[in-house]
């Protein structure tokens, strides 16, 4: 049975990483898939391979932007605001300037996706994954910035899950905070250090399991989240972290 038969899904930051391994789970659990990204090359190259799926030129942080891409959609039953970035660097390092852009694209975009999908969303009902992080709920010294914005995800989503509820718009909001996921976002991390071999090592050290986890083990989360199954479930925190959250 398809478990997400007759969804329409649109996945922010889906060209690549977590955003395309829940693309391809979603097509394959029967859903129709709009793949929004600024990288057009992937994206568009992602929804010909999946067949089920279009891409969308969407810049997360920008309302102009969010309007267009969502104004080509009749429909979405399911948004997952997962397009993000991630700055290194502890409160001495980090810039203002790195820290507006990580805020940016990491909490505005979340704040202005879920404001533009809305009124598409509350007419039926549907389900808003939210891609917070580890980085959400554990602080680490070297990641002032993305600590903040995936924190202010992991709260805001609480906040729009108690708000729906009260209106009765039958959507659920849920984030999810994966441990460290190798995907494109770990690379470019890894460029950003001067010892890129002992940042990978600690972050293999902070998963009790030993390993990093692998973008399919977050897609599965996002389809339970994406269909009727988790109907009960809202402003909760879905950790899929091998352990590192505890
Ligand atoms: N990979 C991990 O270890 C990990 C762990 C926890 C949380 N996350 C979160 O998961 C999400 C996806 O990460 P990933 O690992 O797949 O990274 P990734 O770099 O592979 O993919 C991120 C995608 O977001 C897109 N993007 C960036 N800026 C954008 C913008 N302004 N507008 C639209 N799209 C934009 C990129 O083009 C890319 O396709 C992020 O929010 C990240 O913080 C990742």
Same mark, same amino acid.
């Given at each position: 049975?398809?478990?997400?038969?007759?969804?329409?899904?649109?996945?922010?930051?889906?060209?690549?990483?977590?955003?395309?391994?829940?693309?391809?789970?979603?097509?394959?659990?029967?859903?129709?898939?709009?793949?929004?990204?600024?990288?057009?090359?992937?994206?568009?190259? %992602?929804? /010909?391979?999946?067949? @089920?799926?279009?891409? +969308?030129? *969407?810049?997360?942080?920008?309302? #102009?932007?969010?309007?267009?891409?969502?104004?080509?959609?009749?429909?979405?039953?399911?948004?997952?605001?997962?397009?993000?970035?991630?700055?290194?660097?502890?409160?001495?390092?980090?810039?203002?300037?790195?820290?507006?852009?990580?805020?940016?694209?990491?909490?505005?975009?979340?704040?202005?996706?879920?404001?533009?999908?809305?009124?598409?969303?509350?007419?039926?009902?549907?389900?808003?994954?939210?891609?917070?992080?580890?980085?959400?709920?554990?602080?680490?010294?070297? %990641?002032? /910035?993305?600590?903040? @914005?995936?924190?202010? +995800?992991? *709260?805001?989503?609480?906040?729009? #899950?108690?708000?729906?509820?009260?209106?009765?718009?039958?959507?659920?909001?849920?984030?999810?905070?994966?441990?460290?996921?190798?995907?494109?976002?770990?690379?470019?991390?890894?460029?950003?250090?001067?010892?890129?071999?002992?940042?990978?090592?600690?972050?293999?050290?902070?998963?009790?399991?030993?390993?990093?986890?692998?973008?399919?083990?977050?897609?599965?989360?996002?389809?339970?989240?994406?269909?009727?199954?988790?109907?009960?479930?809202?402003?909760?925190?879905?950790?899929?972290?091998?352990?590192?959250?505890?």
């Amino acid at each position: 049975m398809a478990r997400l038969a007759g969804k329409i899904a649109f996945i922010t930051g889906g060209a690549s990483g977590l955003g395309a391994a829940i693309a391809r789970a979603y097509v394959a659990e029967g859903a129709s898939v709009v793949i929004a990204d600024i990288d057009r090359e992937g994206g568009e190259a %992602l929804a /010909a391979e999946l067949g @089920a799926a279009r891409f +969308v030129y *969407l810049d997360v942080t920008t309302e #102009a932007s969010w309007a267009e891409a969502v104004a080509t959609c009749e429909r979405i039953d399911v948004l997952v605001n997962n397009a993000g970035i991630t700055t290194l660097g502890s409160i001495e390092d980090v810039t203002l300037a790195q820290f507006r852009h990580e805020l940016d694209i990491d909490v505005l975009g979340v704040f202005m996706g879920t404001q533009a999908a809305l009124p598409k969303m509350k007419v039926h009902g549907g389900s808003i994954i939210n891609m917070s992080s580890l980085s959400g709920v554990k602080a680490s010294a070297n %990641l002032v /910035a993305y600590n903040a @914005a995936k924190a202010a +995800v992991t *709260l805001m989503t609480k906040s729009c #899950a108690l708000h729906f509820a009260e209106k009765g718009y039958g959507i659920r909001c849920n984030s999810v905070h994966p441990g460290a996921i190798h995907t494109p976002i770990i690379d470019k991390v890894l460029a950003q250090s001067d010892d890129p071999d002992a940042l990978y090592r600690s972050f293999v050290d902070v998963h009790p399991v030993g390993r990093l986890g692998k973008p399919e083990e977050i897609a599965a989360i996002a389809v339970y989240l994406g269909s009727d199954e988790s109907a009960f479930a809202t402003g909760a925190e879905f950790r899929v972290d091998g352990g590192a959250s505890i």
